[in-house]
């Protein structure tokens, strides 16, 4: 009787909002709301049933992967011998309500006294199995409580979904999205220098096309230092202060980058500031991202006493952005399919002061290792299953957390013309300008 009077009024409901969606839609769409972006298929349907089978299968789940606990020990004597057995009466965890979101749902799980999270967490997979659902993160923010946070399904694997939603903030860019469905937006206020790696094609350049995209309206000047010919950073040279195509020219470059920031100390220092955004808006520098394709081309020496020279120089030019620039504006992203010790010990030291960590498929646990090995373990694996088909997406750090995320597919047509848009933008700066004349590179 309940049930179908309330089959009725929903019916009775759902044929009003289809009459009246002539004067709702324009008032939503003036709101800001776009109710077409909402996933109602997941709320009416895909949350309900998949909530269903958590609470349906949640004890079986413990059971077989020793997530219960038992009143009796589940060990025994038998004459001489000592059993072990499974216990006929496991009491699991006790599963709370859950509480869904755009893209999955999160639910609280309250442990049975002594259990710790450990089991837990190496259960993800099989509780991915028996939901059905893209996957599952725990984590433990109290002792005796675990946040099971589940995403449905994997919403980077679209190559339509693009969002829009660019954030008004100096230095912010949003480059794609994250797993969660919510934008994803690497901010250089809040981490000043950034990394990434990943296997040759996983999506390096791509993702520094995105950000320089993104960029290219902003009031920022971007510098790129390519050693690969400028291949990669050539299409967006036109919104580029400066870019470094070779070896001594990145030299001459970083060179210029370092007076640069000297002269910036030297106006803090007078202003009696720690930073050039304590300054005065009218007497403040504008901010430089130097973007760097491929480190290991500015690393590797052929044995050479030049070519030792020049790493050398590299190296500590390179160093002394990282460790100065952030106070001062200047920020640097560097990419690399490896930055790891066998290119000397300069880039041990400078991967350490590059606080932002991106790491696209990688091919040795000992790339997803260097670059987010001070995350988690969990992000280490995570980035080792990125299958080569997953082209932009990488794991990364998102607001104390690790995410998978994926960039925007930027074109190469689209790069070059959104730097040629914003080429009048481009400021100039004499230092860097001269430098690359200097560095070997003549216009
Ligand atoms: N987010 C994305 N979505 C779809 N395709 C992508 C994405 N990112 C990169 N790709 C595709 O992957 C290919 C390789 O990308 P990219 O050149 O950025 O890789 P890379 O890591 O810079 O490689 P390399 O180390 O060889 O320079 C490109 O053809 C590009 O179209
Ligand atoms: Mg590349």
Not at 116 to 144: D, K, M, Y
């Amino acid at each position: 009787m309940v049930a179908s009077l309330a089959v009725w009024i929903g019916s009775a409901l759902l044929i009003l909002a289809v009459l009246t969606q002539r004067w709702w839609d324009p008032w939503l769409t003036k709101s800001g709301i776009d109710w077409r972006a909402v996933p109602w298929r997941w709320y009416l349907l895909g949350f309900p049933a998949t909530a269903i089978r958590m609470r349906w299968r949640w004890k079986q789940v413990c059971l077989i992967n020793d997530l219960s606990i038992s009143r009796k020990p589940t060990r025994a004597m038998v004459g001489d011998l000592a059993v072990r057995g499974t216990a006929l009466r496991a009491i699991a965890p006790t599963l709370g309500l859950p509480r869904v979101t755009r893209t999955g749902l999160v639910v609280r799980v309250r442990l049975n006294p002594g259990q710790t999270p450990r089991p837990f967490l190496n259960a993800t997979g099989a509780l991915e199995h028996a939901w059905q659902v893209h996957r599952v993160r725990i984590s433990s923010p109290r002792r005796g409580e675990l946040v099971v946070t589940v995403t449905a399904r994997d919403s980077l694997s679209r190559d339509d979904a693009k969002t829009d939603h660019q954030p008004e903030r100096l230095l912010a860019a949003r480059v794609g999205r994250i797993e969660d469905g919510g934008a994803w937006v690497l901010d250089l206020r809040q981490i000043p220098h950034w990394l990434l790696v990943g296997a040759t094609q996983s999506g390096k350049s791509t993702l520094l096309a995105a950000w320089v995209v993104r960029l290219a309206p902003q009031s920022v000047a971007l510098v790129g230092i390519d050693c690969k010919g400028g291949l990669e950073l050539g299409l967006v040279e036109s919104r580029l202060s400066a870019l470094a195509c070779n070896r001594p020219e990145a030299i001459e470059l970083l060179h210029a980058l370092v007076r640069e920031m000297e002269g910036r100390m030297a106006a803090c220092r007078a202003a009696r500031v720690r930073s050039i955004w304590q300054l005065p808006d009218s007497g403040r520098p504008m901010p430089i991202v130097v973007l760097v394709d491929e480190l290991a081309e500015l690393y590797l020496s052929d044995g050479s006493r030049e070519s030792r020279d020049e790493v050398a120089q590299c190296s500590t030019l390179l160093l002394r952005v990282a460790q100065l620039g952030a106070a001062l504006g200047l920020h640097l992203v560097v990419a690399g399919q490896r930055v790891g010790a066998e290119l000397g010990p300069g880039v041990t030291a400078l991967r350490a002061q590059l606080g932002g960590r991106i790491a696209h498929r990688v091919n040795d646990q000992a790339t997803a290792e260097m670059a987010l090995g001070d995350l988690s373990p969990d992000a280490i694996a995570v980035a080792q299953t990125i299958e080569p088909d997953e082209k932009g997406v990488a794991v990364t750090t998102v607001g104390g957390r690790w995410m998978r995320a994926r960039s925007d597919l930027t074109t190469t047509d689209q790069a070059r013309a959104i730097a040629d848009e914003h080429a009048h933008l481009t400021p100039y700066f004499p230092a860097l300008a001269h430098s690359m004349t200097k560095g070997g590179r003549t216009e």
